[in-house]
């Protein structure tokens, strides 16, 4: 499974950004997906996860209300809409996809064994 990333960037406190994640080589429609960021110095975090068909969603508490992700099985593409942006949420974003996925979103960090390569988010206050 290969996952591509894109869609970080500079912004100001309050700005919007999407981030994208195109997948390639199995059925994306079958699994689960998530999104994860990492901060200088911090440990990888999951900020939102969703099943097969975007149906059952989780978000950290850090982002609920400001972030949302989504999926287009169609286009085999993740996304994840960020509002009202805080110099909190700077950090390296990746998109990831668990081994399995029984129907619902996957919220274990080691369960996700295909990484994208991370895409930066820096937000100036």
């Known amino acids: 499974v290969q996952l591509q990333a894109s869609g970080g960037g500079l912004v100001q406190a309050g700005d919007s950004l999407r981030l994208s994640c195109v997948a390639s080589g199995r059925t994306f429609g079958m699994y689960s997906m998530g999104w994860f960021r990492q901060a200088p110095g911090k440990e990888r975090e999951l900020v939102a996860a969703l099943n097969w068909n975007g149906g059952s969603i989780y978000y950290s508490d850090s982002v609920k209300g400001r972030f949302t992700i989504s999926r287009d099985n169609a286009k085999s593409t993740l996304y994840l809409q960020m509002n009202d942006l805080k110099p909190e949420d700077t950090a390296v974003y990746y998109c990831?996809?668990?081994?399995?996925?029984?129907?619902?979103?996957?919220?274990?960090?080691?369960?996700?064994?295909?990484w994208g390569q991370g895409t930066q988010v820096t937000v100036s206050s």
């Open positions: 990831a996809a668990p081994r399995y996925s029984d129907g619902g979103y996957v919220t274990a960090k080691y369960e996700y064994i295909y």
